[in-house]
Structure formats: structure tokens, C-alpha cells
């Protein structure tokens, strides 16, 4: 399976202890809601499981930042709270899960190292305000990256 891979990735997987495992991806749907439910409710991968590629435990960790401040703002009212907190994370998750599918799209497309390059450089290159290998300056050349 992995005969056609780059000598430098095989090695990472001939230096592992134990025998490699692929595992599959699961996501949610996108946009996946419930309706209110009175003293239950979910945060993190179990109500937005989406593609790895850097959002999930960020996610994650946001919804459980605003339940706890949702829940300390009214104590009066956890079920009114939750249902404020339900009603953000369903719009942040669903914009999350789709900006992540469209990213895995890249990365598992049939030219997928050379297209996750160019997404990588064009988003280093067109982010001014966020320093990255070119240091933030967007006329600044790109450091050469080679693939194996
Ligand atoms: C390969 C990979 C790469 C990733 N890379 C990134 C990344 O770069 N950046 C990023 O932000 N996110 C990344 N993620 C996503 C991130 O790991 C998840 O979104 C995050 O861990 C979700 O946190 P969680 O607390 O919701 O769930 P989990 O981390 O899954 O925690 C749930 C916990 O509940 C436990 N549990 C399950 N059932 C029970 C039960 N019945 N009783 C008691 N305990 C139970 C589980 O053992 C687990 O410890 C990646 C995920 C994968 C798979």
C-alpha cells in the first residue's frame, strides 16, 4: 500500500513500536442540531465531529469556554443558557465543518501534497497580519519547500 511513498514517510511508519493501523475518518453531518432538551446537552467532537485538520479541539474547547460562561451569566436559568449556547455553537460548528471538509477535500484529492502546498502558501502569502515562514510580509519570497 504504501510501496510508492516517500523513503522519509515509510521510515516514520518502520519506526513505530507496534504494527501500523490504519483507522478510518468519521465526521457528523454538517449542521447537524437537536432540539432543546432540558439538562442535556453536548460539546466537542460528540456534537461536531468533523475532518482532522486543525479545528476540532479548538472547537472544543471554545463551546466549553461559552457554556461555562453562559451558565455563570444566568444561574437563574441553565436551561435558557444551554439553549443560548446550543443556538452559537450550531452556527460556529456548521461553518467549522464545512470549512474543514472543503480542506480534507484538498488534502485527500488525487494530487493532494501538491494542492495542500499551494492551500498552505497561499494562505501564508495572502495573511499579512499573521506572521508565518514569511514572516507576515506578504511581498516577502516564500521559503523554498520541497516535497519528498
Ligand atoms: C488524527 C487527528 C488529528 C487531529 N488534529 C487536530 C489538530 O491539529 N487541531 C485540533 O484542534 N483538533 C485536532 N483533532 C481533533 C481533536 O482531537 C478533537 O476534536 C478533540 O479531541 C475533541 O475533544 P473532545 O473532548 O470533544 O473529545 P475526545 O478528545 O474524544 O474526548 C472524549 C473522551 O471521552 C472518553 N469517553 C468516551 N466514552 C466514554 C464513556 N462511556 N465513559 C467515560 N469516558 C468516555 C474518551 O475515552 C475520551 O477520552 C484531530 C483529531 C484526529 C483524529
Known sequence: MYADWAPQLTALIDACDGPF??????????GLTWP???GVTLLGDAAHLMPPVG???NMAMLDAAELALALAADRTD???AVRAYETAMF??????ARASAAVMDIVISRDG???TLDFFQSHDAGLPDR?????GNPDAPLQERSLP
Open 21 to 30: 493501523t490504519p483507522r478510518t475518518l468519521t465526521v457528523l453531518p454538517v
Open 36 to 38: 432543546p432538551t432540558a
Open 55 to 57: 479545528m476540532g479541539a
Open 78 to 80: 441553565p436551561f435558557a
Open 91 to 96: 452556527e460556529r460548528a456548521a461553518t467549522a
Open 113 to 115: 501534497a501538491r494542492n
Open 131 to 135: 506572521p508565518g515562514p514569511s514572516g
